[in-house]
């Protein structure tokens, strides 16, 4: 979605852009334009995450959540092997991963 919507591909080639320039070498004008086309950004952006709330899923398929995060579909973790379900399991009981897979996972 996010590559496709018009909005974003505009706003992304503004935000790298407005990178290049200083603030402090813009005109009071430029500076003007500017706030005016990220206020802009900034409400598209919130029409995004908006959209991306109403979406609703199938419960019965594994998948990606638009806000973050996975979805495991009940029937998919009985394709989990025993380690997975152990680690599975310690993230549904809120203890989140143990000390070694947590340093292998931020290589």
Same mark, same amino acid.
């Given at each position: 979605?996010?590559?496709?919507?018009?909005?974003?591909?505009?706003?992304?080639? !503004? %935000? /790298?852009? !407005?990178?290049? &320039?200083?603030? !402090? /070498? @813009?005109?009071?004008?430029?500076?003007?334009?500017?706030?005016?086309? *990220? &206020?802009? #950004?900034?409400?598209? %952006?919130?029409?995004?995450?908006?959209?991306?709330?109403?979406?609703? #899923?199938?419960? /019965? +398929?594994?998948?990606?959540?638009?806000?973050?995060?996975?979805?495991?579909?009940?029937?998919?973790? *009985?394709?989990?092997?025993?380690?997975? @379900?152990?680690? @599975?399991?310690? +993230?549904?009981?809120?203890?989140?991963?143990?000390?070694?897979?947590?340093?292998?996972?931020?290589?």
């Amino acid at each position: 979605m996010e590559d496709h919507d018009g909005r974003v591909i505009e706003a992304r080639a !503004a %935000l /790298e852009e !407005a990178r290049k &320039r200083d603030p !402090a /070498e @813009l005109s009071a004008e430029e500076l003007r334009e500017e706030i005016t086309r *990220f &206020r802009t #950004y900034v409400r598209w %952006l919130i029409d995004l995450a908006d959209d991306a709330a109403d979406t609703e #899923y199938d419960e /019965e +398929v594994s998948q990606v959540m638009i806000y973050g995060g996975i979805y495991i579909a009940p029937a998919d973790t *009985f394709k989990l092997c025993d380690g997975c @379900l152990a680690l @599975l399991d310690l +993230v549904w009981e809120g203890q989140g991963c143990p000390p070694s897979a947590s340093a292998g996972s931020a290589a």
